[in-house]
C-alpha cells in the first residue's frame, strides 16, 4: 500500500480537492482526510489497472509496477485495503468540526466515483473494446470531479456552491479531452511523451476532426471561460488554484 | 457483481445485523443498506479469495467462480465496485431518521473490517503461510462483528449497548473457532463435509490440542453462556435471534 501511495505522482487530485475547500471558506484540514482518500483510489485504480489480467504494465512512475514487485495476489489485495482504506480514512478522520452529514454526502459522492458507475465502469469499457477506446481520460474526470466537489461540500459550501464547483469540475474535465486531442495532432511523440497522431490513423471520434482544428481550439478556449465563469461569485484570491489550473490544462503542451 | 452477489448463501451477516438492530429497539430498515453492504463486502472477499493468483477455486455455491465466468479482470473489477458500492450504499440509503453521525461510525467500522487489519490482512497472511494458517474463521469472525455492530450503531443503541454487542460478537466469533476445532477431531469427513482431522495430521494449535476435547467442549459451553449473558439486559423477544445464533453455533455439526 505504501510503496505505491507513496511513490510520488503529481497529486492533482488531492490538491483541487483542498483547494475547493478553501475557496468555499473552509480550513483545508476539514478536507484533508478526503484528499488523501481520493489519492488512495486513484493508486488503487493504477495498482489494479497495471495487473497482467488488465494492462499488464511492468512499469508505473519509473518503478516496477506493485505487482512485479510483490506479485499479483498482493498486488489485488493492496488495492482493496487502499479502496477500504480510503472510505474509512475519511468517516474517522474527518475533523469533528465538520457536520456528519456532510461526511456522509462526500462519502457517497467518493462512492459513485469509483464503482460501476465511475473508475471501474471506465476500465470495463476499456476492456470490453479492447483498447478502441481510450477511456483513461473519462476516469481522470470522473475521480477529479469528486475531490472537487468533496472538497466545497466538506468546506462547508452550501448546495448553489457545490453545483457551480461541480460544473467547474466538469467543463474542466472536458477540457483536458479536447485538449488532449489537439496535441495528439499539433505536437510530435517526442514533445508529448507518447505516440503522436495515433488518434487520426484510428476510426476515433476527436474533436479536431468533429470541428476542424481551429474549431477544436475555440471550443478548448470557451471550455476554460465557462469553467472559470462558475469560480466568479468566490473570493478571487481563494479561487486562483482552480483559476489557474483550468488555464494550466488549457495550455499544457504534453 | 449480481451473479455473484445473488448466488445464495446463508446471508448469515445482513440477518445478524438486522437482528442486532431490531434488539436495541430500532426497524430493521434502519440497517438495511448496511446489511446488503456486509453481503457485498462478503461477496466481494470470495470472489478475489477465488482468483487463480490466490486460492484459485473453480466453483463456488455449485457454479463457476466469478473469473471462470467472466474472466478474471471483469472478476476482479466486480468486486472492486462491490467494495465501494458497500460504501456508497450505507451512505446514501440509510433512511434519513438515522442520524449521520451514526452512519459515518457505521462506514468506519465496515472498512475496519475489510482493510489492512481486517478482511484483507487475514487473506495476506492466508498467503504469506502457504495455507499452513487457516484463518478463513478469523476473517469471517471479523465481518461478522461489524455487522452486528453496525446493526446495533444504526438501530440507536447507546454506547454501553454497542459494547455488549461487541463483545457478543466476540464470544461467539472465538465460539465459532472452538467449535469448528471440534468438530474437526469428532466427525468423519463425510459428516463435516470437508477434511476431517487434519488438524491434527498438522502442526496447528487447536483448542482440543490445548484444553483437551473435554476442556474445549466446556470452553465452548462457556463461551455460550458469556455470549448469551451480554444479551440480558435487552428485550428477551427482540434477543432470540442473537441468543439463538450462539446456540445454533454451539451445537452445529458440520
Chains 1, 2 share one sequence.
Do not use: W
Request: some cysteine; charged content about 25%.
Amino acid at each position: 500500500m505504501r510503496y505505491s501511495l507513496l511513490a510520488g505522482g503529481k497529486r492533482v487530485r488531492p490538491v483541487l480537492c483542498l483547494a475547493a475547500c478553501e475557496m468555499v471558506g473552509g480550513d483545508q484540514s476539514l478536507a484533508l482526510p478526503m484528499a488523501c482518500a481520493t489519492e488512495m483510489v486513484h493508486t488503487m485504480s493504477l495498482i489494479h489497472d497495471d495487473l497482467p489480467c488488465m494492462d499488464d504494465d511492468d512499469l508505473r512512475r519509473g518503478l516496477p509496477t506493485s505487482h512485479k514487485k510483490y506479485g499479483e495476489d498482493t498486488a489485488i489485495l493492496a488495492g482493496d485495503a487502499l479502496l477500504s482504506l480510503s472510505f474509512e480514512h475519511v468517516a474517522t478522520r474527518t475533523p469533528s468540526s465538520v457536520s456528519p452529514d456532510r461526511v456522509v454526502r462526500a462519502i457517497a459522492e467518493l462512492g459513485s466515483a469509483v464503482g460501476s458507475a465511475g473508475l471501474v465502469a471506465g476500465q470495463i469499457v476499456d476492456i470490453a473494446s479492447e483498447g478502441d477506446v481510450d477511456v483513461t481520460l473519462e476516469k481522470t474526470a470522473r475521480l477529479l470531479e469528486a475531490a472537487v466537489v468533496c472538497g466545497a461540500i466538506l468546506g462547508g459550501a452550501d448546495d448553489e456552491s457545490v453545483e457551480k464547483v461541480r460544473r467547474y469540475a466538469l467543463r474542466v474535465g472536458l477540457l483536458f479531452q479536447v485538449v488532449d486531442d489537439i496535441l495528439d495532432v499539433t505536437r510530435s511523440s517526442e514533445e508529448l511523451g507518447k505516440t503522436a497522431g495515433k488518434d487520426l490513423a484510428s476510426d476515433k471520434a476527436t474533436y479536431p476532426k468533429l470541428l476542424g482544428l481551429d474549431g477544436a481550439r475555440r471550443f478548448a478556449a470557451e471550455l476554460v471561460g465557462q469553467a472559470c465563469e462558475e469560480l466568479a461569485g468566490f473570493d478571487p484570491v481563494k479561487a486562483a488554484p482552480l483559476y489557474h489550473f483550468a488555464n494550466y490544462i488549457a495550455t499544457r503542451q504534453n
